[in-house]
């Protein structure tokens, strides 16, 4: 990873967890649940396709951290897809995984995941959150965690959050 910004404290990633849920949930919350399903982006995506993907990058690094195993294991589709080059057929993967579930099941589940890793976050140090990638997988990375975090979580919500007001937003 190139030009990282300052590695974040455990305080800085609560924060920004906290804040960044309440953006993204603002969002969905500000239509009804048909154009949740049924607005779709270039791609095919509706906003619950975008959610979904959510719940399974964030279990990727909870996997990473709480059990030691690879990020793949995490996301719900075969290893053989996940590459940091192409995330494409990984995420179509896990799209294909919860295409038929309701909004609120993976409301649902994105809670409970976004839940699980702030939790996991609260209880690490601002050392821990400077501990290599590698000191939870080996071979996963020897850059600091707390950038893998914040990738697939607070910056992350971001990142869909402006897709899917851009959903929303289209006629």
Request: negative net charge; aromatic residues 10%.
């Amino acid at each position: 990873m190139t030009n990282l910004p300052d590695p974040f404290t455990r305080d800085q990633l609560v924060t920004a967890f906290d804040t960044e849920w309440f953006e993204l949930m603002a969002a969905v919350n500000a239509t009804n649940t048909d154009y949740l399903l049924t607005k779709t982006d270039a791609a095919g995506w509706n906003t619950r396709d975008h959610l979904a993907h959510l719940a399974a990058w964030l279990n990727s690094v909870i996997v990473m951290i709480r059990d030691g195993q690879p990020q793949w294991a995490g996301l719900g589709g075969p290893e053989e897809l996940f590459s940091f080059e192409d995330y494409d057929p990984m995420n179509e993967a896990i799209r294909q995984l919860t295409i038929d579930w309701s909004v609120e099941d993976v409301l649902s589940l994105l809670h409970e995941r976004h839940e699980t890793l702030r939790a996991i976050v609260a209880e690490m140090s601002d050392a821990d959150l400077l501990k290599p990638v590698d000191d939870f997988v080996p071979g996963a990375g020897d850059f600091a965690i707390c950038y893998k975090i914040d990738g697939n979580g607070p910056h992350h919500y971001r990142e869909h959050r402006g897709w899917i007001e851009a959903i929303l937003r289209a006629a």
